[in-house]
């Protein structure tokens, strides 16, 4: 029984692990997008929001409107590998300075 229980709990640990990556990779996009709307690094901006160990995976990608698309992989609770990338979008219209 031990044994099931100790899976069980891996795996609601794991999609909490998921669930925290889905939710800061759109914090990081929003960051994202607000750094990239006044002229500054997008990437600094994503990155300022995110724990050390899901900034290795991340990428942004901008555009010219204000769009900034943000992704990054969900670590597996047991090892270093990446479960998944989950990905987020976000838009601030590029302010004038």
């Known amino acids: ?56 995976g991340l990428r942004v990608r901008t555009t010219r409107g204000g769009s900034v698309s943000v992704s990054l992989n969900v670590p597996t609770v047991v090892g270093r590998r990446r479960l998944a990338t989950i990905g987020a979008r976000a838009q601030f219209e590029p302010q004038n300075q």
């Open 1 to 56: 029984m031990l044994p099931v229980v100790a899976l069980v709990a891996l795996l609601l640990w794991q999609l909490a692990v998921a669930g925290q990556a889905a939710w800061l990779a759109s914090s990081a996009a929003r960051a994202a997008a607000r750094a990239h709307a006044v002229g500054a690094d997008a990437s600094a901006g994503a990155r300022s929001v995110l724990p050390a160990r899901l900034e290795s």
